[in-house]
């Protein structure tokens, strides 16, 4: 009562109306507006017009001069709700970052496992609180490092994974029970996953005391990231396979990171982005309920990956948006009563596409807002690029600079000590619904079209994110879509920059060979042999679970290669439908 009166005596002092009405008296918003628009706003628009004609999001969603009341009237205030509450939209989890920050979680990976190792532990020191792994393209391919196809580029852009040797130099000195691990990897996902469990087992950890995730999401390789081996309808197996096992096995452990990132990066738009990976993840919830498996069994330990773009508020929008479409999913099309099934968590790392060559120093400044918005989004695991990621694999420099980043937004901000500080802005809870809306559109299209795989078969998804990233492409060149450094406030004469970049060590592959033969060398070959065919034997009956009889794989130390080449027989491999 006293904040009231106190209120109302600063209102007649300068000037205002002493009552909850709009200045003007009017006894509408609606009304209040039409009197602004056309005093205070025609005059100054008749003096000083804006400067663009159409102002919208980066997906193209229309954004008025001033949002209100009005713009959000039709939102419920359920749909807003309150943080750890369904539907999540103001975050997963009721203190948020004041119980806890996110995880600041570097992605590494470079050479061999003792190599990697090494950046590990720096980056621990630096103060890092996870652990992300990078694998080079043959180990994500599943090619061993003496294949033909493997030449030239082990431990080029990630680590060179082969042997469970590899896996166990990776992780020497590291209490698996005490970090949060994340394995970027997908076609090859279920044999990295095989080996973590190994080095755990052998190590004598109890499985249930690991956390982590691995990607696992491999319907949006064939959607975005194009790295694939087997056909779509087996590659799916393989998740489920994870995902039930894991379920089973490893209550602390996410057995899928299903990714918006990638297809962000190949051109989508974020409601694209969105709805894409809300489609893969009901093909993958349904792919493990037809196995039997309750989706609260599961559903708890599924995790995402999103991308933070340059688009500040629509960023915001898209991760509050998605966890309140995830939970409706979760609740009304698979039933489930837990709400942890229907609580959506996410990793978040900000746009490698994005970062630019030209004034790469500007990159700090990006990827600072992009962090911003991630964490504004409610993010529970965060990784910021390196500013020369333009260029190679990030310095150490850079990546201390890149962890330095997100500390300063924990620490100096102040923005950690609210909850959703940006809830209840008319802006942001009408983008909220907007991009609810939208998703749900396009959920509904790929429904009728008979589901994600079946889109993907099609070519669909490919299509729209080729004509969305046309689209971008046409606008960056034409101006409209300002990159600074490279369309507006370019630097003529400017000379290639001075910085010091991550090397190569050219005997990379050499070592890492030489590894893979001894290993061969001193392993039980016979037991390899068998091991391989009864792999061949599983793989023809798809009700069987792969990863306890991939385990055993790789303790007997076969290769990845040897495991891959082995189902490729079975089930052959993919060739991808171009987009017409």
């Known amino acids: 009562a006293r904040d009231e009166r106190d209120r109302v005596t600063m209102d007649k002092k300068f ?18 507006i039409a009197d602004w628009e056309a005093n205070e706003l025609a005059k100054i628009l008749k003096r000083q017009p804006e400067s663009k004609e159409i102002y919208a999001t980066a997906s193209g969603t229309a954004l008025k001069r001033v949002y209100s009341q009005l713009d959000i009237d039709d939102t419920p205030l359920s749909d807003i709700g309150l943080p750890g509450r369904y539907p999540f939209t103001r975050g997963p989890y009721p203190t948020m970052y004041r119980g806890r920050n996110w995880t600041m979680r570097q992605i590494a990976g470079f050479g061999t496992g003792a190599d990697t190792n090494q950046r590990y532990k720096f980056l621990l020191e630096s103060g890092q609180t996870g652990l992300s792994t990078d694998f080079d ?55 990295l996953f095989s080996m973590y469990i190994a080095v755990a087992e052998g190590r004598g950890y109890d499985l249930n005391k690991l956390s982590g995730t691995i990607q ?20 799916v197996r393989l998740v ?19 990714s918006g990132y990638h297809i962000s990066e190949a051109g989508a738009t974020a409601v694209q982005e969105a709805a894409f990976t809300m489609a893969n993840t009901i093909a993958y919830v349904e792919e493990v309920t037809k196995t039997g498996v309750h989706v609260d069994s599961f559903a708890p330990r599924l995790s995402f990956f999103f991308v933070s773009q340059a688009d500040f508020f629509e960023e915001v929008a898209k991760f509050r948006a998605l966890r309140r479409v995830y939970a409706k999913i979760m609740k009304t099309k698979f039933g489930a009563t837990n709400p942890e099934s229907m609580r959506l968590r996410f990793h978040t790392q900000t746009a490698a596409a994005t970062l630019t060559k030209p004034q790469h120093t500007v ?3 990006r990827t600072a807002l992009q962090a911003l918005a991630a964490v504004l989004g409610g993010t529970q695991s965060l990784h910021t690029n390196g500013m020369d990621e333009a260029f190679t694999i990030p310095s150490e420099e850079a990546m201390r600079l890149a962890l330095r980043t997100q ?42 079209m008979g589901g994600a795989i079946k889109a993907i078969e099609d070519g669909w998804f490919q299509k729209e994110i080729a004509d969305s990233a046309y689209e971008f492409a046409l606008r960056k060149a034409g ?25 190569y060590d050219p005997k990379t592959e050499s070592r890492q060979i030489r590894s893979l ?22 793989a023809r009956e798809p009700s069987i679970n792969l990863v306890p009889l991939t385990i055993d794989l790789v303790k007997a130390r076969a290769s990845m290669g040897e495991i891959v080449e082995k189902l490729k027989e079975c089930w052959g491999t993919y060739r991808e439908n171009p987009v017409v």
Request: hydrophobic residues 35%.
């Open 216 to 235: 696992a999401d491999i319907l949006k390789e064939y959607v975005a990231q194009k790295e694939w081996i087997f056909p779509i309808r087996p590659s």
């Open 363 to 365: 990159n700090v400044v």
């Open 407 to 448: 500390q300063v937004i924990a620490d100096e901000t102040n923005i950690t000590s609210v909850v959703d500080p940006l809830g209840g802005s008319y802006m942001v809870e009408h983008l909220t619904s907007k991009m609810e809306k939208d998703i749900f559109a396009i959920l509904e299209k790929v429904e009728r």
């Open 240 to 258: 489920r396979d994870c995902i039930t096992y894991g379920a089973a096995n490893m209550k602390r452990y996410n057995p899928i990171n299903i």
């Open 137 to 191: 393209m043959p180990t994500l391919m599943g090619y061993d490092s003496d294949h033909p196809m493997a030449h030239g580029e082990v431990g080029r852009e990630g680590v060179a994974i082969d042997t469970l040797d590899d896996m166990e130099a990776l992780f020497e000195d590291i209490d698996l029970t005490a970090i949060s691990v994340s394995l970027t990897i997908n076609p090859t996902a279920w044999i």
């Open 15 to 32: 000037g205002g109306t002493g009552s909850g009405s709009e200045a003007t008296g009017s006894s509408s918003l609606e009304d209040t």
């Open 479 to 503: 101006g409209d879509r300002p990159v600074i450094g490279v369309n507006k406030y370019v630097e003529k004469d400017a000379h290639e920059p001075d910085i010091s970049l991550h090397p």
């Open 517 to 538: 033969l001894n290993v061969r060398e001193r392993r039980d070959n016979a037991l390899v042999k068998k091991l391989l065919g009864k792999l061949a034997d599983q």
